[in-house]
């Protein structure tokens, strides 16, 4: 059984190296890549900076802290230093690529790549049963600019009914009782090349909004229209709740802050006002009305799963504005609860929105 175990170790150790020297190709391309990209970030970075220099020189001028003559002197002696910066900078990474080609794959923050292979126990520091621990030392790929970033978003707060002819404080349904809830994903997708005011915000979300009728009453269908009757026990709970699939698409507006580095460049809104305004569109999953009464000292639930004639398309307007990741967040269906009702009543919540990218 021993001799089995270590031929198939032998064997195994064998396949590994293949392999190992296939992704050892691999990580020498890939450091070469970035070196290159490298080169060219370092003439952005150096102009950018000469840039800067000269305004600032042009500020003292015109401030008359320097002297026309002056000036022309920094701004020869600042583009001079910059395309010194330029050409060490160049030759440095040209030197290091011709080193790597030389030499093959060659971490650049000292990790090496080793093949560790032990008997015993794994401890969580290293040591293994029987087998064959391999580090690459290869990097993660950095995108040098990113401009689409995902991530989950949570909403909840108030939900109600627009009804025509009524104001929301005539409104059959308890303000403080009827909440929204939504969950979903979604990106967010610079618009313009080098400026990151604009912004496209688009995903999916499952949307629940509950309404809770007052005074003890309940959704029932008569000759197929929805409407408010009155239960025959004292109702502890009622809760019609429709559950939305929808698509939500926002223009998305505000400051950033730009960073730059060799490696990459990046618009970071965290800790920067921003909003946006734009609208959904989906469709309705499932209506559902839920009873809680007691009937003769016993506790009842009900959960009634039917259409209530509610519509299957939903769309409408959604807007929302605050500070990095915290959220106010309006909606409201511009599709009418119910279909043919004799009096319209659209959905609006009003809530916090965490967008949690």
Sequence with gaps: MRTVIKCLCIISILLLSQYLAGQDDETLKYKVEQLERKKEAVTEVEREALKNEVEIINKRQDKGEISKEKAAQLKTA?????????????AILENTIALLKRQGAVDLNTDTSFIDIGFGADDGDGDVLFGVKYNSGKQKKVQYDRRTYG???????????VIDGQSLDDSPYKIGGSRFFEIGWAWNRR???????????????????????????????????PELEEFEFELKKSKLRMDNLVFPV???????????????IRYSIRNQ??????????????????????????KVKEKLKRDYN??????????????????????????PIFNDAKVEQHNVSLGLRFDLQ
């Design 191 to 225: 618009i313009l090349k080098n400026s990151n005011a604009l912004r496209l915000h688009y995903g999916a979300s499952l949307q629940f909004n509950g309404l809770k009728p007052e005074s003890n009453r309940y959704f029932v269908l008569n000759d197929g229209q």
């Design 310 to 335: 509610t519509g299957n398309l939903i769309y409408g307007l959604s807007a929302y504005a605050g500070f990095d990741s915290v959220l106010l967040y309006l909606k409201y269906d511009l599709n």
């Design 78 to 90: 600042a583009a001079e230093k910059r395309a010194k910066n330029i050409d060490n900078k160049v």
């Design 250 to 264: 926002h223009l998305e507006f505000g400051p950033s802050e730009f960073k730059q580095n060799d490696d990459s």
């Design 273 to 298: 006002f921003r909003f946006g305004i734009g609208g959904y569109g989906g469709f309705n999953l499932g209506t559902r009305q839920k009873l809680k009464y007691e009937m003769d000292g016993d």
């Design 151 to 161: 991530g989950p978003i949570v909403a909840f707060g108030l939900n109600n009914a």
